[in-house]
């Protein structure tokens, strides 16, 4: 089967730095979460990130086992073998492309940093001093020419950007979120290096002191929590919650803290919250689970529905979290 055959069975694909992205057909996808990469050996990878099995993705593309090997034809290839985590050059370079576009964000004569501003506050109730201190910043595709790993859909729409700092607080990812509405991916990663990768996670640091880390699935629901002055650590992803050495890594790091899943309120949320429980208390690490109040939402769509009610009411929530 050529490759363009087995993209054609899957809605609104497009390229990513490491692939494509499309709609997943085995459930009610409102944005695009089925990862589709085809490896140097032609196989193809199926990989819903909301948490589908890969063999009810397979039936509801109407596609079989075999159509996935021996896929030719034009198309992006990414390598098989399983990359290492970056390494010093990589990690440098993000460094320095995460102080300039953090320092830009403060640049009150900067209208793009003024967009930016505006949508941290609206969006998710950050206040610029905590937007500062977990460096978001803003990017319009111009920013830091000498940094290798943006893709061209990154650069091409103007990004709020976030980066995925480490428990030792090294930025080892990062997020860029669209600001135009005119981007298919409202987030988009970076390319990986040469065979390296990015994090999958990224730690962002409140100023309440709760004692409490909301493990949310993206960045957004992250920063919302944040606002509201819990810890947070984000996923890039509901499917790897249950990747075994992302867990040992976040066991290592959240040990002594009070760890609550707060996955979206839909079938794919409460999957990564059993992941997450599951996945931690095999290292003595117990989980309780958010319950959201209204069915699809995320932590931010609640905050949309109230602002000003909804740190009042996450504080409840989290006080009445339950065993995964």
Sequence with gaps: MKFAEVLARFADVREEPDGYVGVCPAHRDRHPSLRITRDDTHRVLLKCRAGCD????????RLSWSDLFDVAGPGATVSSKRPEMVGPGPTAALAMYVDETSCRLLDFRDQAAEDARSYVTGRFGLDLETAADLMLGVDDGESAPNFPYRSDVFTRYRRLTVPL????????????????????????SLRNPEGQRW?????????????????????????????????AVLIRGASIAGNPALLEELAAGLRGRQVIAAGDNDAAGHTFNRRLSKGLAAHGLPVLALALPNPGD?????????????PGALHQAVRSAWPC
């Excluded at 995320?298 to 909804?310: E, G, I, K, S, V």
């Design 54 to 61: 890969t063999g009810d993705v397979i039936t509801a593309a």
């Design 165 to 188: 700092h480490d428990f030792q607080g090294v930025a080892r990812g990062l997020q860029g979120r669209d600001l135009t509405g005119r981007c298919p991916g409202r987030w988009i």
């Design 199 to 231: 994090a999958p996670y990224g730690v962002l640091r409140g100023r309440g002191g709760h004692g409490v880390t909301l493990v949310t699935e993206g960045p957004g629901d992250g920063l919302t929590a944040v606002a509201a002055g819990y810890d």
């Design 298 to 310: 995320d932590l931010t769509d609640w905050r949309a529905a109230d602002p000003a009610a909804f």
